[in-house]
């Protein structure tokens, strides 16, 4: 019996052989099938960067730009990149104190962004491991101790668990506490689970967050039995301090004698990835040298499985990823090669990518930003396709983001709209969670089409077979002449700042402050944290700081990555005036910043 899923494979294995002379210029609901149901196949496994089932993803769409008479840039089309795709322990992951030997995965595990190393000292309880210091919450556990050169060992969590409204909130997570202690001078973390974040005192999982940014001293989850026995001279046990710690709501903070000799040693697995594209020349004398993009992530989350991002992480099974984003990198290609049919046409020239690592944080978008093949100042728009394949029926809507980052957006969204068979909702914001996020940082205009999410999003369920192929048809053909309005105007759109540019915490709660920057999510820069985008009139901005700044600290704070820089942030105050060190073209600054 002849599948589906062989017709696909078929059919791209014809394709490949025919140099897709086959394709038609017109979008058509028949080839978005095709396209779909190819990458969404159960033989990519879920299109993951750094896999070679997304390799032949990628080759896929380079041969569908080249059916489509695309000229292919960077290296013959592919724009690679590094990622770090997975982390493992190493042969040199050690806990020992007295005659106890740990044993590695039973006792103690290293966490994922633990920097190798070991230490040799004494231990220091810091309870929650806090210093707090606000108008309405006061709580510093390293007060009258020394830590210098020790361990720390430190509850994961807060007193008020169950208060989404808490107090401390902003201070805990463990990024954030690893900080504290080394800005007072701690050679390694001890992490303890208590009881009421996990009752059954699992270890904390290796789990890749997708960047090689490390804490910067070894940092080691051990059991609360292991704690206890290094407690043991004190006379507490880790439960009954949970206990006072969460009905006083003060420090408790214990120096234990016990010398603890420890080792952790995280291996980072590395993979290269690429982002696919393709190139159609404008007409135009003038006009052909600034370029309009066109684009879309083909990646998606593999098997799933827990720090995916997967709705289910719990379930180990390939996430088809038809709509997220299947259906947007289908509507690429379709939009190649009716744009190329149609090249005479064009003034501008189009330039078509293919994203991968969308779904680590935005890596293709932001490596093609930063090693941009052409002048990004030349760059005039960016359309963005990110799940376009499942139309809810009765909203019988459309949305597009980012119309207030352009002056005329609006008003040519009104002129196409109009006699369609479905409604067209306006959004202002550059910012939001995909590509077109990326050029919104440097002042690009964006479009961002989505029919918007549902309950298979993230999930093994979001299947080819699940897609309203006829609406996306339709949608690609408003696209297309949206597109083609853009690409002739005799004076490129006017970007207007739409909106914020920079994300919230990671954490899923605003800030109490903010600089007003988008910050450099893919930890590229080792310095510090490079600055990708400042909010006119935002904070940052009043104070001189530039897209490209590098922040190396904060009031006098080491900034060294992303998640120092929120941990930095989460304990300023509105009102209040600091002072940011910054590399600017190779030198230091100091710019004076009031939130």
Known sequence: MITVKKIVVLTFLILSFAGYSQRNPEITARELKTDVYFLASDSLKGRKPGTKEADIAADYIRKQFIASGLKLICDNGFQYFEIVTDVTAGSHNTLQFDDFHGTFEKDFMPVAYSSNGTVSNTVVFTGYGFDIDQDSLKWNDYEGVDVKGKWVMLFRGD???DNNESKFIPYTEIRGK????KDHGAAGVLIVTPIEVDKDDKLIGLHSENNDVTSGIPVINIKREV????????????????KILNKTRKPRTLVLPLVVTASAEIIQKKAKTENVIG???????????EYIVVGGH???LGFGGPGTGSRMPDTVAIHNGADDNASGTAMVIELAGKLAAEKNQLKRSIIFISFSGEEMGLLGSKYFVDHSPVDLKKIKAMFNFDMVGRFDKEKNSISISGTGTSLEADSIIRIYEKGLPFTVTHSPDGYGP???????ASNIPVFFFTTGSHMDYHTPFDKANKLDYRKEKEIGDFSCNLIMNVD???????FHESGRKEGYSRGGRRLKVTLGIMPDFAGTEKKGLRVDGVTKDGPAYRGGMLKGDIITAINGLSVGNIYEYMSRLGKLKQGQTINVEVIRNGKNEILIIQL
């Open 159 to 161: 007193p008020e668990l």
């Open 178 to 181: 690893i900080l504290v202690a």
């Open 227 to 242: 704690g206890d026995m290094l407690l043991k001279s004190s006379g507490y046990k880790l439960d009954s301090l949970e």
């Open 279 to 289: 190139m159609i020349e404008g007409t135009d004398p003038v006009l052909k040298n």
């Open 298 to 300: 083909y990646d998606h």
């Open 434 to 440: 995909s590509d077109h996020a990326s050029f919104y």
């Open 488 to 494: 002739n105007m005799p004076k490129a759109l006017t």
